[in-house]
Nanobody, 121 residues
């Protein structure tokens, strides 16, 4: 099993910055992609950014140029630096990891419990 624990959410004013972090622990063979998703009130959960073990990144258009995802493969952590925050960034942010529990296991999705980010105008 893979456990993901997020930290770093909170309340920030528009134009400000926040940094989210997520640490993976438990029993697994390897973690492939790690990423961040968010779910605003009454909305579906959407991709924010992902990063592969080889540091290839993918961003939602709405956050390009403002958010930066990074990863430490040794510590099994992923971070999201959020700059120039907007009220529409308000959401619960979820850490996600695609991991193999054993060398011959199929990859599975794992999710953190979520952390609230609120941006005031």
């Amino acid at each position: 099993q893979v456990q993901l624990v997020e930290s770093g959410g909170g309340l920030e004013q528009a134009g400000g910055s926040l940094r989210l972090s997520c640490a993976a622990s438990g029993s697994f063979f390897t973690i492939n992609t790690m990423g961040w998703y968010r779910q605003g009130p009454g909305k579906q959960r959407d991709l924010v950014a992902t990063i592969t073990s080889g540091a290839n990144t993918n961003y939602a258009d709405s956050v390009k140029g403002r958010f930066t995802i990074s990863r430490d493969n040794v510590k099994n952590t992923v971070s999201l630096q959020m700059n120039s925050l907007k009220p529409e960034d308000t959401a619960v942010y979820y850490c996600q990891a695609v991991a193999r529990r054993r060398w011959n296991s199929a990859p599975s999705d794992y999710w953190g419990q979520g952390t609230q980010v609120t941006v005031s105008s």
